[in-house]
């Protein structure tokens, strides 16, 4: 079954970086457009960041030129490296395969804050 692992998530002052990892196993990685998500307390899920199979990318206005999304097919892992690190970044964050597996995984928490 599909399995998603986020890690990498944690406390920084606002201005910081850090580099969010998630490992999926049960789908076919290679082919899939993989998404970063995150979920702040309060509000509905939004997607953050997308990468095709091919490394085309695509952001939310708020995070274009702070995130940046990869992959590493060989290892099945996508990432999401943020930079410039806000306090309205301050969520959970979460991957997913698209279109949107059930199978959610336990997300990362991000907090930024001073």
């Known amino acids: 079954q599909v399995q998603l692992v986020e890690s990498g998530g944690g406390s920084v002052q606002p201005g910081g970086s850090l580099r969010l990892s998630c490992a999926a196993s049960?789908?076919?990685?290679?082919?899939?457009?993989m998404d970063w998500y995150r979920q702040a307390p309060g509000k509905q899920r939004e997607l953050v960041a997308r990468?095709?199979?091919?490394?085309?990318?695509n952001y939310k206005d708020s995070v274009a030129g702070r995130f940046t999304i990869s992959r590493d097919n060989a290892k099945n892992t996508v990432y999401l490296q943020m930079s410039t690190l806000k306090p309205e970044d301050t969520a959970v964050y979460y991957c997913?395969?698209?279109?949107?597996?059930?199978?959610w995984g336990q997300g990362t928490q991000v907090t930024v804050s001073s």
């Open positions: 997913n395969k698209f279109p949107a597996t059930g199978a």
């Open positions: 049960g789908i076919d990685f290679s082919n899939r457009v």
């Open positions: 990468i095709t199979s091919d490394g085309r990318t």
